[in-house]
């Protein structure tokens, strides 16, 4: 149709334009921030140009949604300011048959950034990461606090306090036994525990069992051994963000498993799939928008796509935070906002000028 021709000649330009723009903003963001961190360390020019390259997938996925925010409400501003949409509206065109080609538009890049986020963003953020810490010459502790774990499938639990893993040793350590109903046998503390290659060995260990009905104190027989081994305590050097979602799924899946939390990466994991749609949801708020601005369309559009990114990813964020304290379930947080603003632009395209 010449109509769907003409209207994604008029969008596809500008998205590519704002794309460039948003995409060399957010790279020269993160740039200027640490920009005098690798400065004094001395590092060379190819270096810190090969982080900022790095980066780049990642700022494309960032910028995607907000430059068809902007690059669909400014055509269709465009054209309302120009009068031509009221031609097309006369001829019995509705708004939504005139926007299919931008709504196709919409589903494959919701399609396609999914997999772009999964094979490139991920693996580049990784090694740009990776290669920001040895540039800076920073080190991730491998020492962990509040650690939980469970064993010998649940009926061995550790609570530690602090594990230290320069000097290998258990901290504050609580280790609880309970039979196959999950009831109580006996409870295990001791100040602090040492890794001697083979096994923990606690220091001043006191023992409480059931002596009948009554919860008694006594040593620690010799016979008891404990040999989880200390990765086990370790903070994980994973992290959810840089996992395909393959392995993100596996990865979630062993901390179940583990007994350990997993509403936060299962959030992350959740949220990384909602993101996807972000385009789709984006078009359906630049449609109705575009029918409020007459005039000075540039400067609405930009700041109407401005405000509406920000609104939407707030919202994302506090749903998010929620999902991640376990008050809203990890699928309502990711999935909540995404839901909201589809059914806010589907009302506002009802409502909007035609």
């Known amino acids: 149709m010449i109509l769907h021709r003409y209207i994604m000649r008029q969008v596809i330009p500008l998205f590519f334009a704002a794309l460039f723009f948003f995409v060399l903003l957010l790279s020269l963001i993160d740039l200027f921030a640490n920009l005098w961190k690798y400065l004094s360390y001395e590092t060379s020019i190819a270096s810190i140009g090969m982080v900022v390259l790095l980066y780049i997938p990642k700022c494309i996925s960032y910028a995607l949604p907000i430059s068809l925010l902007f690059s669909i409400a400014y055509a269709f501003g465009d054209l309302y300011s120009k009068n031509e949409l009221v031609i097309i509206f006369t001829s019995g065109i509705p708004l939504w048959n005139a926007a299919i080609p931008v709504l196709i538009l919409g589903v494959f890049l919701s399609i396609a950034s999914f997999f772009f986020e999964d094979s490139i963003v991920l693996p580049t953020l990784k090694a740009k990461k990776a290669l920001s810490r040895t540039l800076l010459h920073q080190q991730a502790s491998a020492s962990n606090s509040d650690v939980v774990f469970k064993t010998d499938e649940g009926r061995l639990l550790y609570i530690v306090d602090f594990y230290n893993d320069d000097e290998k040793s258990l901290n504050g350590l609580t280790i609880i036994e309970r039979n196959a109903e999950g009831e109580l046998l006996r409870l295990i503390r001791s100040r602090k525990a040492l890794w001697n290659g083979s096994e923990w060995t606690l220091e001043n260990p006191l023992m409480y069992h059931w002596d009948g009905d009554i919860f008694t104190a006594s040593v620690l027989p010799e016979e008891m051994h404990f040999i989880e081994k200390p990765e086990t305590f370790r903070r994980s050097s994973l992290d959810i963000e840089e996992l395909p979602a393959s392995q993100a799924r596996l990865y979630i899946l062993d901390l179940e498993r583990a007994g350990l939390p997993f509403s936060a990466a299962l959030t992350d994991l959740y949220k990384r799939y909602a993101f996807a749609v972000t385009p789709l949801v984006v078009i359906l708020l630049s449609l109705s928008l575009?029918?409020?601005?007459?005039?000075?369309?540039?400067?609405?559009?930009?700041?109407?796509?401005?405000?509406?990114?920000?609104?939407?990813?707030?919202?994302?964020?506090?749903?998010?935070?929620?999902?991640?304290?376990?008050?809203?379930?990890?699928?309502?947080?990711?999935w909540a906002p995404v839901f909201i603003f589809l059914l806010a632009g589907i009302i506002m395209i009802r409502f909007a000028r035609t």
């Open 290 to 334: 575009g029918g409020y601005f007459k005039k000075n369309v540039l400067l609405m559009s930009l700041l109407s796509s401005l405000i509406s990114a920000v609104i939407y990813y707030v919202a994302q964020m506090i749903a998010t935070m929620l999902a991640k304290l376990s008050y809203i379930p990890p699928m309502a947080g990711a």
